[in-house]
Nanobody, 119 residues
């Protein structure tokens, strides 16, 4: 399974971005997809997740500003970010958990996409 993240960039405070992460490979089913982020000098932290049934959950620090969604047929997860703050600056990573066609479970990470919030 490969995860390809995109959509990061440089944005001014208060701006918006939409991140995308597409999973490819011999996937039988996707259990959940999630976004994490890691700021310089800090540990990676969970941001948001969505289950195969569409249940979403968010870190308190992003509730009301971040929206996670998915396109199931495309095994793609999105993260819409509004009202960006400088403290949102980080590398954003996607994570996917599911089952391969072989029956093996998987848990993979994407390569990360940089989000920089600065004026």
């Amino acid at each position: 399974v490969q995860l390809q993240a995109s959509g990061g960039g440089l944005v001014q405070p208060g701006g918006s971005l939409r991140l995308a992460c597409a999973a490819s490979g011999r996937i039988l089913s996707m259990e959940s997809m999630a976004w994490y982020r890691q700021a310089p000098g800090r540990r990676r932290e969970w941001v948001a997740s969505i289950s195969s049934g569409g249940t979403t959950d968010y870190a308190d620090s992003v509730k009301g500003r971040f929206t996670i969604s998915e396109d199931n047929p495309k095994n793609t997860v999105y993260l819409q970010i509004h009202s960006l703050k400088p403290e949102d600056t980080a590398v954003y990573y996607c994570n996917a958990v599911g089952t391969m066609r072989s029956g093996r479970p998987f848990n993979y990470w994407g390569q990360g996409t940089q989000v920089t919030v600065s004026s």
